[in-house]
């Protein structure tokens, strides 16, 4: 069955992986309508499909590098671009020129990510589980943004600088050397 052949680009992982892809496009959209509710539920579905895909194709035999590349794609789609696009939306400026600075952070964020991404490709192999992660993996990050979004619209964080002093500590550490346990 072509579901269990790895080669096979719609196999099962990689199918879970598309389904990480799809909840990530439709959260995007919800943001820009500001349905930011729907938007996380379906971010939190797309880090379970996330977790789904590793332990199916590690378990099947189906990890290859277009999987390990497919996933990466995914992760930077659903914990780099759509929680930084989530938490820009989701504060309220009351100037176009902060908003236009703010937004650079943001970008800085999903360059952090991407680099992290590229950096963690190049170095393991497919199907490899290290017992460490060195740096903040993006869906950690992604929950750190996901957190400062509770933190803000609770009014515990309401400063939008201090928010983007976090959103710039939580873009470094995608790619500090800090040591994260591999779960």
């Known amino acids: 069955m072509k579901l269990f052949e790895p080669n096979y680009h719609f196999n ?5 992986t598309f389904a990480n892809i799809t909840c990530g496009m439709i959260a995007i ?16 579905m797309a880090g379970a499909f996330d ?11 189906l990890s290859t590098e277009f999987g390990v590349q497919l996933d990466s794609f995914a992760d930077f ?3 780099v671009v759509m929680p930084s696009f989530f938490l820009f939306f989701a504060l309220e400026f009351d100037n176009g020129i902060v908003k236009f600075a703010i937004g650079f952070i943001f970008i800085w964020y999903v360059i952090s990510g991407l680099r992290r991404l590229v950096s963690f490709n190049l170095a393991n ?15 950690l990050g992604a929950i750190l943004l ?18 983007s002093i976090l959103v710039l500590v939580i873009a470094w550490s995608l790619n500090s050397k800090v040591k994260i346990p591999h779960l």
């Open 146 to 163: 996901w957190i400062l979004w509770l933190l803000y619209i609770g009014g515990i964080v309401t400063n939008i600088f201090a928010v």
């Open 51 to 61: 977790i789904m895909d590793g332990k199916v194709a590690r378990k099947y035999g």
């Open 77 to 79: 789609l659903s914990f």
């Open 125 to 139: 192999d497919a199907g490899e589980v290290t017992k460490y992660f060195t740096g903040v993996p993006t869906p």
């Open 12 to 16: 099962l992982a990689n199918l879970i």
């Open 29 to 44: 959209y919800l943001v820009t309508q500001q349905q930011f509710a729907i938007a996380a539920i379906l971010a939190w």
